[in-house]
């Protein structure tokens, strides 16, 4: 039986997702290959996977805001875009032992967003490519996390598509960093979103303006 939450690695709850949703034979496209840890331990020879990332090695090298891919090519489109600002991830050092060594997995080269509006940008621009190039009814099985946002609950309304099931990972034991005064509780989890795509693209999720009464 799968669950919704556990403490597994994510390759545990990316095999259970392919199992459920995913049907041997069929198109998928990871935009965010990184190193495919995503993927180990699974037989990807059962899969027709093209592997795109813009930084590491991959298929093709691709920026996924501009995906080299026909559109309503795909069955299933994987995205795990960098989910934390280049300020907001620090290096690892001697200092900074948790710290990641990954210079570009999440947004740390030069390129990555500075702030949460041009994060909200590269998830934008990702997402919509994944609508594109997804066929009618196919599926995106992307990664979050929640920072000072609550992202999965504004991804949840993710335009043009329908959230069919959210994963919780449950962090595997302490998560990094020192004791300091605690004001909220530490997040210690992140969440793998299913969607399947909608036939018709929806309205962007805008804040409603209501016109004033005039005085
Ligand atoms: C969190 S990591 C993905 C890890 C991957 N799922 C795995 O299992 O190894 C984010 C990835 O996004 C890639 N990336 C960042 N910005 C990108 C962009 N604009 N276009 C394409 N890939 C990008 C990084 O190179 C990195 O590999």
């Given at each position: 039986?799968?669950?919704?939450?556990?403490?597994?690695?994510?390759?545990?709850f990316?095999?259970?997702i392919?199992?459920?949703?995913?049907?041997?034979?069929?198109?998928?496209?990871?935009?965010?290959w990184?190193?495919g840890k995503?993927?180990?331990?699974?037989?990807?020879s059962?899969?027709?996977l093209?592997?795109?990332?813009?930084?590491?090695?991959?298929?093709?090298?691709?920026?996924?805001r501009?995906v080299p891919?026909?559109?309503?090519?795909?069955?299933?489109v994987v995205f795990?875009?960098?989910?934390?600002?280049?300020?907001?991830?620090?290096?690892?050092s001697?200092?900074?032992p948790?710290?990641?060594?990954?210079?570009?997995?999440?947004?740390?080269?030069?390129s990555?967003?500075?702030?949460?509006?041009?994060?909200?940008?590269?998830?934008?621009?990702g997402?919509?490519?994944?609508?594109?190039?997804?066929?009618?009814?196919?599926?995106?099985?992307?990664?979050?996390?929640?920072?000072?946002?609550?992202?999965h609950?504004?991804?949840a309304?993710?335009?043009g598509?329908?959230?069919?099931?959210?994963?919780?990972?449950?962090?595997?034991?302490?998560p990094?960093?020192?004791?300091?005064a605690?004001?909220?509780?530490?997040?210690?989890?992140?969440?793998?979103?299913?969607?399947?795509?909608?036939?018709?693209?929806?309205?962007?999720?805008?804040?409603?303006?209501?016109?004033?009464p005039?005085?």
């Open positions: 039986m799968i669950y919704t939450a556990r403490a597994e690695n994510n390759n545990g990316f095999r259970d392919l199992n459920l949703y995913v049907p041997e034979g069929t198109s998928v496209a990871d935009l965010t990184g190193r995503f993927w180990e331990g699974i037989d990807r059962k899969y027709n093209i592997r795109l990332d813009k930084h590491t090695s991959c298929d093709v090298r691709a920026d996924f501009a891919l026909a559109d309503e090519t795909q069955d299933t795990d875009p960098p989910y934390v600002t280049r300020m907001g991830f620090k290096r690892r001697k200092e900074n948790n710290g990641s060594n990954q210079k570009s997995a999440f947004g740390l080269d030069e990555g967003p500075r702030n949460e509006r041009e994060l909200d940008a590269l998830y934008a621009a997402t919509a490519e994944a609508r594109r190039i997804l066929k009618r009814g196919g599926i995106l099985i992307l990664k979050t996390m929640d920072t000072e946002r609550w992202r609950v504004e991804l309304h993710l335009p598509f329908k959230l069919i099931d959210l994963l919780v990972v449950i962090t595997k034991g302490k990094p960093g020192k004791p300091y605690q004001k909220r509780a530490r997040k210690n989890h992140s969440y793998f979103m299913v969607f399947r795509k909608l036939r018709t693209a929806g309205a962007r999720a805008t804040v409603s303006h209501h016109r004033r005039s005085l």
